[in-house]
């Protein structure tokens, strides 16, 4: 004989309650919810934080500007773009519109709904980073990677513009699981066990993927991004005592030792690039014509054009001198054409946008949005200092674009979808209140 089912009795304090009384809480759930929805549709309708908006869309006009004064003659000479003078800008003005419609798109969602995405985006990111390096038979020793210049860090169709670099995709998964996981765990982040060690196990595997590409400023924006953010996030200070150390003694090796040049040849970088750091002018006249040329180049760029530089679109060193004008290399272009003035002003804009983008994490609703302006404002900062630096050869070089400026339509499209987070946080940053 079958039994009955018997259903669970619903309880209050542990008393049962009757099926009037039932509908009532449940109705009162709903009623509940609705207002948790509506209060999170007001928060998210808030105003846009215009200093921040302004500041980054003036970078974006500049940046498409220089971008067409630097790109055009290498373009017009280059056969396989069909001789277009126009086509990077077009390129680059096609995915600017693209991404500003995702920024404003993504300005208005409640930034909250990021935290249900967290551990989709790291899944997404380390899946993409590990196709790249899975070796095979094409001609960059890959089984689907794209290469260039020796490096096969890009995925996508063959033989057109329709590729990406998954590197790009994982900064902005790393900066949302972690702004989701250490402001989910509060004081532990203090401890090892929880703390410190899972975070850090997972930014040191996707450095390590990104540098087996290789691509070595990648491999350092995506380490300098997780640990301030752990920094931020509130790990113990001894381990910040001890990253400032590993830091120290890395520049002490790189400076003063050959140990780095190993390693470069280890893991089968290029360690010329350390040798032109160190004397771009040495060396013998194929070496500088060959391994140095295009710092020496940049460096001539700088150097022509003086304080107030030779005129917009008048550049000289565009004409088939600097390589890579359009790319990694575009800030020497700004130097030589808008001079010392004009690159200093483009480095103010950069500093106020990365000074706002820190004011706003200070002044943001909770802890996860301010994580996630702080991932994201950190990006940018690191970015544009590495990439001028390596063009004023401050720093060896290491192939990194800049922020707004640089070739390179889907890096800008996920620039700009960053930029549509910070601003979705910054909607619910409370007004100041008028005193």
Not at 143 to 160: K, Y
């Amino acid at each position: 004989m079958a039994q009955k089912k018997i259903h669970p009795v619903k309880t209050r304090n542990g008393i049962p309650l009757t099926r009037e009384e039932y509908r009532q809480l449940k109705k009162q759930k709903e009623r509940e919810d609705r207002r948790k929805r509506q209060e999170a549709w007001e928060a998210a309708r808030g105003p846009l934080d215009l200093p921040f908006l302004l500041l980054a869309l003036l970078l974006l006009g500049v940046g498409l500007i220089m971008l067409l004064s630097a790109s055009f003659p290498s373009a017009q000479s280059n056969a396989r773009l069909g001789n277009d003078a126009l086509y990077y800008f077009k390129r680059q003005v096609i995915f600017a519109g693209l991404g500003l419609f995702a920024m404003f798109w993504v300005s208005k969602i409640n930034y909250e709904r990021f935290r249900g995405l967290a551990r989709l985006a790291l899944i997404v990111s380390f899946v993409l980073l590990i196709l790249v390096v899975i070796p095979g038979p094409n001609k960059y020793g890959r089984l689907l990677a794209l290469g260039e210049n020796g490096a096969a860090r890009w995925l996508g169709i063959p033989s057109t513009s329709l590729t990406f670099q998954p590197s790009e995709v994982a900064k902005m998964g790393l900066i949302v699981y972690f702004a989701e996981s250490i402001s989910k765990k509060r004081e532990k982040m203090k401890t090892f066990r929880e703390g410190f060690l899972p975070h850090v196990t997972i930014l040191l595997a996707m450095f390590v993927l990104t540098l087996i590409e290789p691509h070595f400023s990648g491999a350092l924006l995506i380490f300098g991004i997780g640990a301030a953010m752990l920094v931020v996030g509130g790990i113990h200070w001894g381990w910040v005592a001890a990253g400032s150390g590993a830091v120290g003694v890395a520049a002490y090796l790189l400076f003063f030792t050959e140990i780095i040049d190993k390693i470069f040849h280890f893991l089968n970088y290029n360690a010329t690039r350390l040798q032109v750091w160190r004397d771009p002018f040495g060396g013998d006249l194929a070496f500088r014509r060959d391994d140095a040329w295009q710092t020496i180049q940049s460096l001539y760029a700088i150097g022509s054009g003086g304080l107030l530089g030779v005129g917009l679109g008048k550049s000289r060193q565009k004409f088939g001198y600097l390589p890579e004008s359009q790319n990694d290399y575009i800030f020497a272009i700004v130097m030589e054409e808008l001079g010392l003035v004009g690159g200093t002003l483009i480095m103010m804009l950069f500093s106020l946008l990365i000074i706002r983008g820190f004011w706003l994490a200070i002044h943001a609703r909770d802890r996860f949005g301010s994580l996630l302006i702080v991932g994201v404002t950190t990006q940018i900062a690191l970015q544009t200092f590495l990439n001028i630096a390596v063009v004023t050869n401050f720093m060896p070089s290491t192939g990194i674009s800049l922020p707004f400026f640089s070739s390179g339509g889907t890096a800008l499209a996920i620039q700009l979808v960053e930029i549509g987070i910070v601003l979705s946080v910054s909607r619910q940053i409370p007004a100041p209140k008028a005193r």
